[in-house]
């Protein structure tokens, strides 16, 4: 190779680094400036009451709310019939939990029988 092609190279590698810098510089840069606050910022002034903790206000609820039935606002029978059938079919955490040990464990049954069996007997016979 000559000395000639050697630098067309370097020349050719170096302007696709600048471009490459550039392509990450460019959306840095448009990212970053876009969370700067301009020069004349102001805070905006916001009213609050001076008794919004007020906790003796009867428009306040401090008991806990119930939600069992919150898809009734729709008026949607179709909705109803599907929430009330999810409760219907939906299981207990417990009955759950005990479906899977049942699966796992007629699983290894299952599993059990494609391996050989084999026994060992430790002992001396004299």
């Given at each position: ?108 049954i299952a599993i059990g029988d494609f391996f050989p069996q084999t026994q060992q007997g430790i002992g001396s016979v004299q």
């Open positions: 190779m000559r000395k000639n092609d050697r630098d067309d190279m370097s020349l050719r590698h170096r302007r696709r680094r600048r471009r490459f810098e550039i392509v990450l510089l460019v959306p840095a840069l448009l990212a970053f400036g876009g969370c700067m606050v301009g020069p004349d910022f102001q805070r905006p002034q916001t009213a609050v009451s001076s008794s919004w903790l007020e906790t003796r206000d009867p428009r306040l609820s401090t008991g806990s709310a119930t939600y069992r039935d919150w898809w009734t606002v729709f008026n949607d029978p179709a909705l109803d019939r599907l929430v009330e059938q999810a409760y219907r079919e939906n299981l207990p955490l417990r009955t759950a939990g005990v479906r899977v040990l049942q699966a796992r464990a007629q699983l290894g």
